[in-house]
T-cell receptor, first 113, second 114 residues
Framework: SAVISQKPSRDICQRGTSLTIQCQVD?????MFWYRQQPGQSLTLIAT?????????ESGFVIDKFPISRPNLTFSTLTVSNMSPEDSSIYLC??????????FGPGTRLTVL | AQSVTQLGSHVSVSEGALVLLRCNYSSSVPPYLFWYVQYPNQGLQLLLK??????LVKGINGFEAEFKKSETSFHLTKPSAHMSDAAEYFCAVSSGGGADGLTFGKGTHLIIQP
């Protein structure tokens, strides 16, 4: 299975600021995904990030709020911009590991005050 | 469009009893179905997956699930619950296996009574 790390593991931020979350995989993967898990809720897909192309965003998520970079096949970042308390969530990245399987990172727990 | 419904936000069973977590899906194409487990303050771990092969799928930690197309269900079972099974369980559906984003159900919190 994939070994996926995320930084930071948690953070507390002030409203109006931005936070960039990093996702690192130990092997090259084509597809990476970013999800949001709001408190006590399920996971919602934010966007799909392919290396070498623009991220594809799901309905309700926009690039200005959640810009994503995918500079190579092992790394991606998600920025949460101009944060408000409603952005307090766990943000998880996942990778398509082939064989119809996605593996998830440990998540980044974000609290916005 | 795809969707997943998990019946019961909380399920409580006694240690040693049968675990049954319910999942029904809606998909316009043959689905790929997954069960993930999330332990407190941890990420998601894949329990098992259905990808159009055998309808009875065996996963890790003694869990298994059966795909029933006629009932659009993919219920998760374990014959004998263990205290370590206490966690949040998510059912998810995809139209493209791991290459597509997953649509998750709301999750079921499994409580194990001693």
């Amino acid at each position: 299975s994939a070994v996926i790390s995320q930084k930071p593991s948690r953070d507390i931020c002030q409203r109006g600021t931005s936070l960039t979350i990093q996702c690192q995989v130990d092997s090259q993967v084509t597809m990476m995904f970013w999800y949001r898990q709001q408190p006590g809720q399920s996971l919602t897909l934010i966007a799909t990030a392919n290396q070498g192309s623009e991220a594809t965003y799901e309905s309700g998520f926009v690039i200005d709020k959640f810009p994503i970079s995918r500079p190579n096949l092992t790394f991606s970042t998600l920025t949460v911009s101009n944060m408000s308390p409603e952005d307090s969530s766990i943000y998880l990245c996942s990778v398509d590991w082939g064989q119809d399987t996605q593996y998830f990172g440990p998540g980044t727990r974000l609290t916005v005050l | 469009a795809q969707s997943v419904t998990q019946l019961g936000s909380h399920v409580s069973v006694s240690e040693g009893a049968l675990v049954l977590l319910r999942c029904n899906y809606s998909s316009s194409v043959p689905p790929y179905l997954f069960w993930y487990v999330q332990y407190p303050n941890q990420g998601l771990q894949l329990l098992l997956k259905y990808t159009s092969a055998a309808t009875l799928v065996k996963g890790i930690n003694g869990f298994e699930a059966e795909f029933k197309k006629s009932e659009t269900s993919f219920h998760l079972t374990k014959p004998s619950a263990h205290m370590s099974d206490a966690a949040e369980y998510f059912c998810a559906v995809s139209s493209g296996g791991g290459a597509d984003g997953l649509t998750f159900g709301k999750g079921t919190h499994l409580i194990i009574q001693p």
